[in-house]
């Protein structure tokens, strides 16, 4: 009896239907997926325009202080820490080259004081 041209084996049928449910959950997940990534996007977005306000009027403020100190004749020092007192009675020599460089950083200006902490090293007191 020969086979009828229109039928197809139940295997490939089932893997058929099998695809076609994981390309809807696929497609489904993707939705969900694009919805919440622009979600995230609009958060994100309202977060810098909120952030980028703060720091203008920070900076605006830090202008006006600047301005204030002029005007009155005194000056205007940002805050945070200004000196750092390194004191070595010894000489250079013999000390440890980590030490070394930071006294050569700090001597020339170029140690922002947030690597001051840093400096310590243990090798650096005999």
Not at 84 to 91: K, M, T
């Amino acid at each position: 009896m020969p086979r009828n041209p229109k039928s197809i084996p139940e295997s490939t049928a089932k893997k058929a239907k099998t695809v076609k449910a994981l390309q809807a959950a696929d497609a489904k997940t993707q939705k969900e997926f694009a919805a919440l990534t622009a979600t995230t996007q609009a958060t994100a977005l309202k977060n810098a325009e909120t952030y980028a306000k703060e720091y203008a009027a920070a900076s605006q403020k830090e202008i006006d202080l600047r301005r204030a100190a002029k005007a009155k004749g005194s000056i205007y020092v940002k805050p945070g820490a200004k000196i750092a007192f390194v004191v070595r009675i010894r000489g250079i020599i013999g000390i440890h080259r980590c030490f070394y460089r930071c006294c050569q950083r700090i001597s020339s200006n170029s140690c922002p004081a947030n690597r001051l902490s840093r400096a310590h090293c243990p090798h650096a007191w005999p």
